[in-house]
C-alpha cells in the first residue's frame, strides 16, 4: 500500500529536523563544499557531520563526489536552497509578528499603569 503523501511530507520535514543537517543545507546553497569547509564552518565533531551528511545524502538531497583525497557535497536541486529560502521568509513572518504582539503588550501595560 503506497504511503499518503501527508505522511511522506512529514517523514521529509523529520529528516530535515536536525540544526547540523539544515546548517548544511544553508552552507550548500552557496555551491559545493569539501568536508573539510563544511567541518570549520559547522564546528562539530567529524563523527557527528559524517552521519548527518550520510542521512542527507540517502535521502537525495545531497550528492557527494570524491575529488582526488577530497569529498565534495552539493545540493542535488534547486528545489532545497527554494525550501530554505522559504523557511526564512516564514520564519521572519512569524517574528515580526511576534514582536508587533510583544509591543502591544508592552503598551497596554503602560497604559495600566
Avoid: C, W
Avoid at 96 to 112: K, M, P, T
Amino acid at each position: 500500500m503506497p504511503v499518503p503523501l501527508y505522511q511522506a511530507k512529514a517523514e521529509f520535514f523529520r529528516m530535515l529536523g536536525h540544526p547540523v543537517r539544515i546548517r548544511v543545507l544553508e552552507l550548500l546553497q552557496e555551491g559545493p563544499m569539501p568536508v573539510r569547509d563544511l567541518l570549520s564552518a559547522i564546528e562539530v565533531e567529524p563523527s557527528t557531520l559524517s552521519q548527518q551528511l550520510a542521512v542527507l545524502r540517502r535521502s537525495g538531497i545531497v550528492a557527494s563526489a570524491r575529488e582526488g583525497s577530497t569529498v565534495v557535497y552539493e545540493l542535488s536541486g534547486g528545489d532545497v536552497a527554494e525550501l530554505m529560502r522559504a523557511a526564512r521568509r516564514i520564519l521572519t513572518e512569524m517574528l515580526a509578528g511576534q514582536n508587533e504582539l510583544l509591543a502591544e503588550l508592552r503598551g497596554a501595560e503602560v497604559a495600566a499603569e
